[in-house]
């Protein structure tokens, strides 16, 4: 991801499907015994953690004008859904996303329907920035009443809806139910991959920088 954000690329697709390992092999490991039985269990480990990215049918160019929608919805930044531009800190948002996913097995915000996003995104990371929100698309600014409150739960389409905003708790919280207190790193790197505003977010080279992935645990 770096190499292609110093080459001014931009995925705008990146999502676990695109992402595959370089070689299939693996040895099998074994896990656990069964409670009532001697059987063995055993879980499979790729011999390389090495990774490549593929399906660049979506890619960009930085210094070329931009369609208004972009990234699979699931790992959609925030800037594309309010249309206030985007670049390539949008693929940076992604990668959090993904990262979520691998450490958890579910998607952070499994939504179809914008208002619905923007609500799980607040209650996971908090209040979106006001100057975003003011920057608002046409399109976008349905989502909000007066000033710079998002129009929730009032705009939900049913209480299922609600219900799965309801649901969901801080990202700290969300992580630390799923790793140890050793891997608070790992809650660092997201915070800094999931900040609204594109330019506050990391960068590629920054990600690649961070502790999480220099420092043994």
């Not at 705008?12 to 896990?31: A, F, M, Q």
């Not at 004008?65 to 800190?89: D, K, M």
């Not at 959090?96 to 939504?111: H, R, S, V």
Request: hydrophobic share 35%; charged share 25%.
């Amino acid at each position: 991801m770096h190499y292609m954000h110093e080459l001014r690329l931009i995925h705008t697709d990146l999502k676990p499907e695109n992402i595959l390992l370089v070689s299939s092999d693996y040895v099998k490991l074994p896990s656990c015994k069964r409670v009532f039985s001697d059987e063995t269990q055993f879980r499979c480990l790729p011999k390389s953690s090495a990774i490549k990215l593929i399906d660049f049918g979506s890619t960009a160019s930085a210094n070329q004008s931009h369609s208004s929608i972009v990234s699979t919805r699931h790992y959609r930044a925030p800037e594309v859904i309010l249309g206030v531009g985007w670049s390539t800190p949008c693929d940076l948002w992604s990668v959090g996303c993904i990262l979520f996913e691998l450490c958890t097995g579910e998607a952070l915000f499994q939504t179809h329907e914008n208002l619905e996003h923007l609500a799980m995104m607040e209650r996971v990371l908090g209040p979106l920035p006001e100057h975003m929100i003011q920057k608002a698309n046409k399109g976008a600014e349905k989502y909000f009443k007066r000033g710079s409150r998002l129009r929730w739960p009032e705009g939900a389409v049913s209480r299922e809806s609600i219900n799965a905003v309801k649901r969901l708790g801080r990202l700290k919280d969300i992580i630390s139910r799923h790793v140890e207190s050793s891997r608070s790193l790992l809650i660092d790197l997201l915070h800094g991959l999931l900040i609204y505003d594109p330019p506050k977010r990391i960068t590629a080279r920054q990600a690649l920088d961070h502790r999480f992935f220099r420092i043994p645990t």
